[in-house]
């Protein structure tokens, strides 16, 4: 079974009208149907992101729709979907404690996804080809961060955790996928609840 057949199998599941929206890599008719999900009209930025992620998924995913939603999702919480420098917390907050640990190695978050440590940098060079950790920064360009993310999350590359562990035939555990990323829990926030809360958005924008 072709990934074209999965993707478009998977969107009929969602709803019929979108099989127009995406059939043949059409990507963005599918990101025009989630342009408002998250609550205000995304930036011209952020759809061409979305649009990059969603061609990475066709490249390293494996056909669920699903999964590329909860991708999307992620992209949102951490990035806004933009493939931004993690932002430095203010002292004196968890987080900027958190970010103590890291801080000072420059391999802080960058991407979608805010790729961290040095670790990491090491292993998506290995992937791409291309050398992240002299120049971190390249995890920044838009085809570098839509690849790091998908091949991450599909691969279990950040936490040992697939995606797949989730996002099955059978199951669709959104807010424990947050694992594949990162922890449920930080700085006593629950980002898998907020993740959620977007896959939902999304999903209520592909049906409208």
């Given at each position: 079974?072709?990934?074209?057949?999965?993707?478009?199998?998977?969107?009929?599941?969602?709803?019929?009208?979108?099989?127009?929206?995406?059939?043949?890599?059409?990507?963005?008719?599918?990101?025009?149907?989630?342009?408002?999900?998250?609550?205000?009209?995304?930036?011209?930025?952020?759809?061409?992101?979305?649009?990059?992620?969603?061609?990475?998924?066709?490249?390293y995913?494996?056909?669920?729709?699903?999964?590329?939603?909860?991708?999307?999702?992620?992209?949102?919480?951490e990035?806004?979907?933009?493939?931004?420098?993690?932002?430095?917390?203010?002292?004196?907050?968890?987080?900027?404690?958190?970010?103590?640990?890291?801080?000072?190695?420059?391999?802080?978050?960058?991407?979608?996804?805010?790729l961290?440590?040095?670790?990491?940098?090491?292993?998506?060079?290995?992937?791409?080809?291309?050398?992240?950790?002299?120049?971190?920064?390249?995890?920044?360009?838009?085809?570098?961060?839509?690849?790091?993310?998908?091949?991450?999350?599909?691969?279990?590359?950040?936490?040992?955790?697939?995606?797949?562990?989730?996002?099955?035939?059978?199951?669709?555990?959104?807010?424990?996928?947050?694992?594949?990323?990162?922890?449920?829990?930080?700085?006593?926030?629950?980002?898998?609840?907020?993740?959620?809360?977007?896959?939902?958005?999304?999903?209520?924008?592909?049906n409208?």
């Open positions: 079974m072709s990934k074209k057949f999965m993707i478009t199998a998977a969107l009929l599941l969602i709803g019929g009208s979108l099989y127009a929206a995406t059939a043949g890599g059409k990507w963005a008719k599918f990101v025009q149907r989630i342009v408002g999900a998250f609550g205000k009209a995304m930036t011209g930025v952020q759809q061409q992101s979305a649009l990059e992620i969603a061609r990475a998924f066709e490249i995913g494996d056909g669920d729709v699903r999964k590329l939603v909860y991708m999307l999702s992620v992209a949102w919480h990035s806004r979907l933009q493939p931004i420098r993690e932002i430095r917390a203010a002292p004196g907050t968890a987080v900027y404690e958190i970010q103590n640990g890291y801080w000072h190695t420059g391999f802080f978050g960058r991407g979608y996804v805010q961290t440590g040095k670790a990491n940098y090491e292993k998506m060079s290995r992937f791409l080809g291309v050398d992240l950790v002299n120049n971190p920064d390249l995890a920044l360009q838009p085809q570098y961060a839509a690849r790091i993310m998908v091949y991450g999350m599909m691969e279990g590359a950040f936490t040992g955790r697939k995606l797949s562990e989730y996002i099955t035939p059978a199951k669709a555990d959104y807010y424990n996928a947050r694992r594949t990323v990162g922890s449920i829990m930080v700085a006593g926030t629950d980002t898998a609840a907020l993740i959620d809360g977007h896959v939902k958005s999304i999903f209520k924008s592909l409208t």
